[in-house]
């Protein structure tokens, strides 16, 4: 792992470069998520040079002490943008949570990428009010709850599965609830015309959690929007289906960059 310096804080991240000679992509987790949620993007990086960025109290990353919401967000999107300047990224590739970073980083910051890509997003990322409550009284409740069929996961291998409920338990409770509940507040719906660069929302077909309409609705309101749907895939295509979704971000690359 590589880290940065800034803001009194050190921010990890995993990087992996294979001799592309494409623009750099920066990968940001979901919530409770970390680094290696991007483990099988490693094979574009023999196209595309790969940094994933562990946020600010997941993985190997220092915490921050910031409420759930906008502060959260601001400091995501500030962990982000450091590991962007130390690599050089081009690219911006964002899964839920990761994918309202970006687009705080498109809205409101002076950073512009080539090109974004999200999955698993939405303009707003409202929650359920039975999740929200588990996550801050029924942790374990919560995590079952999320790896039922059709929510993180369609049909996933068991290790797979068991892999994911154990990055939430790594994480823990307090920061997963804080990425949840910055999740809530999220909402960009009337701000999406503002986004001027190419973005792909990239859904699997099954995903519950952010259904494919989601995505839809910000290809249809970015104005260099484009969507892609994958089979046999829920929230995490890019585990789940990962050659499925490595094949559409390098379609989409290929095109826009």
Same mark, same amino acid.
């Given at each position: 792992?590589? #880290? /940065?310096?800034?803001?009194?804080?050190?921010?990890?991240?995993?990087?992996?470069?294979?001799?592309?000679?494409?623009?750099?992509?920066?990968?940001?987790?979901?919530?409770?998520?970390?680094?290696? /949620?991007?483990?099988? $993007?490693?094979?574009?990086?023999?196209?595309?040079?790969?940094?994933?960025? &562990?946020?600010?109290?997941?993985? =190997?990353?220092?915490?921050? &002490?910031?409420?759930?919401? *906008?502060? #959260?967000?601001?400091?995501?999107?500030?962990?982000?943008?450091?590991?962007?300047?130390?690599?050089?990224?081009?690219?911006?590739?964002?899964?839920?949570?990761?994918?309202?970073?970006?687009?705080?980083?498109?809205?409101?910051?002076? *950073?512009?990428?080539?090109?974004?890509?999200?999955?698993?997003?939405?303009?707003?990322?409202?929650?359920?009010?039975?999740?929200?409550?588990?996550?801050?009284?029924?942790?374990?409740?919560?995590?079952?709850?999320?790896?039922?069929?059709?929510?993180?996961?369609?049909?996933?291998?068991?290790?797979?599965?068991?892999?994911?409920?154990?990055?939430?338990?790594?994480?823990?409770?307090?920061?997963?609830?804080?990425?949840?509940? #910055?999740?809530?507040?999220?909402?960009?719906? &009337?701000?999406?015309?503002?986004?001027?660069?190419?973005?792909?929302?990239?859904?699997?077909?099954?995903?519950?959690?952010?259904?494919?309409?989601?995505?839809?609705?910000?290809? =249809?309101?970015?104005?260099?929007?484009?969507?892609?749907?994958?089979?046999?895939?829920?929230?995490?295509?890019?585990?789940? $289906?990962?050659?499925?979704?490595?094949?559409? /971000? /390098?379609?989409?690359?290929?095109?826009?960059?």
């Amino acid at each position: 792992m590589d #880290t /940065v310096s800034h803001r009194n804080r050190e921010t990890a991240y995993d990087w992996v470069d294979q001799g592309g000679n494409g623009p750099t992509l920066c990968c940001i987790h979901g919530s409770g998520g970390r680094h290696d /949620v991007w483990s099988f $993007q490693h094979r574009l990086a023999d196209r595309y040079p790969l940094a994933a960025v &562990d946020l600010s109290g997941h993985g =190997d990353s220092d915490d921050i &002490d910031a409420s759930a919401g *906008y502060s #959260t967000l601001s400091a995501y999107a500030d962990d982000t943008l450091a590991v962007v300047e130390d690599t050089d990224a081009d690219v911006l590739v964002g899964s839920t949570l990761g994918g309202a970073v970006a687009m705080h980083i498109l809205l409101e910051r002076s *950073y512009s990428p080539d090109a974004v890509v999200l999955t698993g997003a939405g303009a707003r990322l409202g929650v359920l009010e039975d999740l929200l409550a588990w996550l801050a009284n029924d942790f374990e409740r919560a995590v079952e709850f999320l790896h039922g069929e059709d929510r993180l996961f369609h049909q996933p291998a068991p290790e797979l599965q068991a892999d994911s409920k154990d990055r939430f338990y790594e994480c823990g409770q307090a920061v997963t609830n804080r990425d949840f509940r #910055t999740c809530h507040t999220f909402d960009v719906r &009337d701000q999406l015309e503002e986004i001027e660069v190419p973005v792909l929302a990239v859904c699997g077909e099954y995903d519950q959690l952010t259904p494919p309409w989601f995505h839809e609705f910000l290809a =249809d309101e970015i104005p260099a929007g484009e969507y892609a749907e994958l089979e046999d895939a829920a929230h995490l295509p890019m585990l789940e $289906q990962p050659g499925a979704f490595n094949d559409a /971000v /390098v379609d989409f690359l290929e095109r826009v960059c």
